[in-house]
């Protein structure tokens, strides 16, 4: 019985630390924002927390969207990855779908920017690529 409750404990520290995290993506500081875009990555790279994001997605994309718009270099190739991250867990679902659907244009617009650094034009290829191939519904 205590290993379920030291279980269930660890499991809403970890979405303490995310939701401090998607906090963190609205801080002015560029390092802030950063450091929070890394910490999502690595989270939503070793664990399935789909359940814990189908909440917040609306929240995430905005804030994605955010720093894909006002970021530079390092931080759009972070939140491109990162968007990549949440498109894989939202999977083909409408969920899915509606992330994609919201940050397709922003993506482009990063992607053809010829000032944008090439990591963050790389990454946001990649996000292009991969949620189309998991969330587009329109097949074109």
């Given at each position: 019985g205590s290993e379920a409750v030291s279980e269930q404990g660890q499991e809403e520290e970890a979405e303490d630390r995310l939701k401090e995290h998607m906090d963190s993506l609205l801080d002015k500081s560029a390092?802030?924002?950063q450091a929070a875009l890394q910490s999502l990555r690595l989270?939503?790279?070793s664990k399935t927390l789909s359940e814990f994001l189908l909440e917040r997605r609306l929240t995430l994309t905005d804030s994605l969207e955010k720093c894909l718009k006002k970021g530079k270099g390092d931080e759009q190739a972070l939140a491109g990855t990162v968007l990549t991250l949440l498109c894989l867990q939202m999977g083909s679902g409408p969920e899915g779908e509606e992330v994609f659907r919201s940050l397709k244009p922003l993506l482009i617009s990063v992607l053809t920017d010829s000032t944008a650094s090439p990591s963050a034009r790389q990454s946001c290829a990649t996000a292009l690529g991969m949620c189309c191939y998991i969330a587009?519904?329109?097949l074109e």
């Amino acid at each position: 019985g205590s290993e379920a409750v030291s279980e269930q404990g660890q499991e809403e520290e970890a979405e303490d630390r995310l939701k401090e995290h998607m906090d963190s993506l609205l801080d002015k500081s560029a390092k802030t924002r950063q450091a929070a875009l890394q910490s999502l990555r690595l989270a939503l790279s070793s664990k399935t927390l789909s359940e814990f994001l189908l909440e917040r997605r609306l929240t995430l994309t905005d804030s994605l969207e955010k720093c894909l718009k006002k970021g530079k270099g390092d931080e759009q190739a972070l939140a491109g990855t990162v968007l990549t991250l949440l498109c894989l867990q939202m999977g083909s679902g409408p969920e899915g779908e509606e992330v994609f659907r919201s940050l397709k244009p922003l993506l482009i617009s990063v992607l053809t920017d010829s000032t944008a650094s090439p990591s963050a034009r790389q990454s946001c290829a990649t996000a292009l690529g991969m949620c189309c191939y998991i969330a587009a519904a329109d097949l074109e």
